[in-house]
């Protein structure tokens, strides 16, 4: 079974770019994580969902964040307009479960550099 | 600030030889998970523990938990060279439903 897909794996872009990353969950997991992972912050949650509603955006960082989940197999983390403080790897993670106290499933990961 | 803090942050030990890994956290959980993550890869669940549990095992893994110390071990027996990857503590609030990770430790196997 495939796991968590991410794209792009690599983003390179230049301040004030707009940035747009994707995630497609484990089929059938019913809840989806977004984190943001840096040398100086560790691994943050940055917003969840669960059956595509959000249920914590708190750890969003900014207006400049926001997130979507049209579908139970697909969404979205976009960063407009991004910035050099940004770049991070960004990871979605799903998991089979209304909480947060499952195992979750992690993507390969998104490696955003903004210039 | 991060619910759950690691020690020690890095760790490098002969192979064949046990590793201990320890994670604290400050408030009330209902668990605690153990993740790993290899370089340039995403997480990998390991084991979770309940609040109403104290030790778990898992082939080579042992993982403590005592709330009276708000604190967690994970020792890996027998180490591999396969073993070196950082490896992360996730507690979840009893307040909330979040999960926050720990720093993480840097394991390193030496052959």
């Known amino acids: ?79 407009q307009p991004s910035e050099p403080r940004d770049s991070a790897v960004y990871f979605c993670a799903s998991s089979l479960s209304t909480g947060v106290q499952e195992t979750q499933y992690f993507g390969p990961g998104t490696r955003l550099l903004v210039l | 600030s991060q619910q759950g803090e690691e020690d020690p942050q890095a760790l490098s030990i002969q192979e064949g030889e046990n590793a201990t890994m320890n994670c604290s956290y400050k408030t009330s959980i209902n668990n605690l998970q153990w993740y790993r993550q290899n370089s340039g890869r995403g997480l990998v669940h390991l084991i979770l523990i309940r609040s109403n549990e104290r030790e778990k095992h898992s082939g080579r893994l042992r993982v403590t938990l005592d709330t009276s110390k708000k604190s967690s071990s994970l020792l890996i027996t027998a180490s591999r060279a396969a073993d070196t990857a950082s490896y992360f503590c996730a507690s979840e609030y009893s307040s909330a439903s979040k999960i926050i990770f720990g720093s993480g430790t840097r394991l390193s196997i030496r052959p």
């Open chain 1, 1 to 79: 079974d495939a796991g968590v897909i991410q794209s792009p794996r690599h983003e390179v872009t230049e301040m004030g770019q707009e940035v747009t990353l994707r995630c497609k969950p484990i089929s059938g997991h019913n809840s989806l994580f977004w984190y943001r992972q840096t040398m100086m912050r560790g691994l943050e949650l940055l917003i969840y969902f669960n059956n595509n509603v959000p249920i914590d955006d708190s750890g969003m960082p900014e207006d400049r964040f926001s997130a979507k989940m049209p579908n139970a197999s697909f969404s979205t983390l976009k960063i």
